[in-house]
C-alpha cells in the first residue's frame, strides 16, 4: 500500500544575494497512515520550509509530494488549495487565530468552508474544544486567552475538517516549558485517538521521544534518528 505522504528527490533552494541556499537537496521522506514523526533540527536548518512543502503551501524547484500515491506536483493551485483544505491541517508556532471571532467561531469557520451547517460546526467545535479542555474558554476571543489556551484552539481549528495530516511548526515554541509540555500531552492524545499522521517541527528532545520516530535536516537531506 502506498503511503500517506511521501515526499520524493524534493529540492529547494533560495537566492541569497546572488549565490543559491540551498536547504533540500533531493530529499526523501515517507509518513505512513497514523505514525507520528518529528522533526528536530536547529533554527534555520528548513523545518518551515519543509512543512510547507509537505502541505502543498510551497512548491519545490524539484522532486515530487505524492499524497496517497497522487502526485501532487501538476496539481493547479486550486486543487492543491482544495486538498489543504479537506487533509491537511497546519499548526504554526503563533496562534494565527482570528482576532475579532470566539474560540469557537475560530474552529467553526474553516468546517463551514467545507459546507457544514453552522450548527454542526458548532457541535464539532465545541466537542473538539473541550476534549482540548479549553471548552470553558469557547465564547472568549483570542487576546482575552492564555498563550496554551490559544495554541489549543489553534489545534482544535487544525483538525477541524478531519484532516489525515496534521502538520506542526513548533506548536509550543513560544510556550513556557510546563505549558509547552501540556499542550504537547494534548496535541498528542488527540493524534493518536483520532487516528491522524503527524509531523511535528520541535526543539525539544524529551517532546519528540514521545512521537513514533524523529528524523533531521543534514546538508538538505532528510535523516531518520534513533
Ligand atoms: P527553520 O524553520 O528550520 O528555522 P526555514 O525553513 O525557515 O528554517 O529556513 C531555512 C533557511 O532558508 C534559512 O536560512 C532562511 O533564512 C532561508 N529562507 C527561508 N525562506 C526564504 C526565502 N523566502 N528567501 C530566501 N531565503 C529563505
Known sequence: ???????????????????PLVILDKANFSLEQGQ???????????????????GLLERPNGGDVVLRGHSCSNLSDNDRTAIRRNDIGFVYQFHHLLPEFTALENVMIPQMIAGLKRSEAADRGLKLLTY???????????SELS?????????????????????????????????????????????????LSALIATHNLSLAKQMDRRITLKSGKIIELP
Not at 41 to 53: M, N, Q, R, V, Y
Not at 132 to 142: C, D, M
Open 1 to 19: 500500500m502506498a503511503s500517506l505522504l511521501q515526499l520524493v528527490n524534493i529540492d529547494r533552494r533560495y537566492l541569497d544575494s546572488d549565490k
Open 36 to 54: 507520528t514523526v518529528a522533526l528536530v533540527a536547529p533554527s534555520g536548518a528548513g523545518k518551515s520550509t519543509l512543512l510547507h512543502i509537505a
Open 132 to 142: 482540548l479542555r479549553v471548552g470553558h474558554r469557547a465564547k472568549h476571543r483570542p
Open 147 to 195: 498563550g496554551g489556551e490559544q495554541q489549543r484552539v489553534a489545534i482544535a481549528r487544525a483538525v477541524a475538517n478531519a484532516p489525515s495530516i496534521l502538520l506542526a511548526d513548533e506548536p509550543t515554541g513560544n510556550l513556557d516549558p510546563v505549558t509547552s509540555a501540556y499542550v504537547f500531552q494534548a496535541l498528542a492524545a488527540l493524534v493518536r485517538q483520532s487516528g
